[in-house]
Nanobody
Framework: QVQLVESGGGLVQPGGSLRLSCAAS????????MGWYRQAPGKQREPVAA???????NYADSVKGRFTISRDNAKNAVYLQMNSLKPEDTAVYYC???????????????WGQGTQVTVSS
């Protein structure tokens, strides 16, 4: 199985910055991509930075120019640098990994437990 543990959430004032981290552990064959999603109260979970293998990245329009995803393949980790935060960025942020448990098995989605980000003055 794949375990994902996020960290770095918290309370920040509008205009501030946070850096989220996510590390994968467990027994698996490969992690093909990692990314970030978020879910605000009363809303569906949405992609923030689509899972990337480190080459191309697809950001939500609402965060383009403010958020940056990065990946450390050697550590099976992914990060989300969030700048110029706005109250509407308030949500639980989830790490996602597309992983293969063993050779020949299909790619599956795995999720972290989520980390709360609150942007408020």
């Amino acid at each position: 199985q794949v375990q994902l543990v996020e960290s770095g959430g918290g309370l920040v004032q509008p205009g501030g910055s946070l850096r989220l981290s996510c590390a994968a552990s467990g027994t698996f064959f490969s992690i093909n991509a990692m990314g970030w999603y978020r879910q605000a109260p009363g809303k569906q979970r949405e992609p923030v930075a689509a899972p990337t293998t480190g080459s191309s990245t697809n950001y939500a329009d609402s965060v383009k120019g403010r958020f940056t995803i990065s990946r450390d393949n050697a550590k099976n980790a992914v990060y989300l640098q969030m700048n110029s935060l706005k109250p509407e960025d308030t949500a639980v942020y989830y790490c996602n990994a597309k992983a293969v448990l063993a050779r020949g098995m299909p790619t599956r989605d795995y999720w972290g437990q989520g980390t709360q980000v609150t942007v408020s003055s």
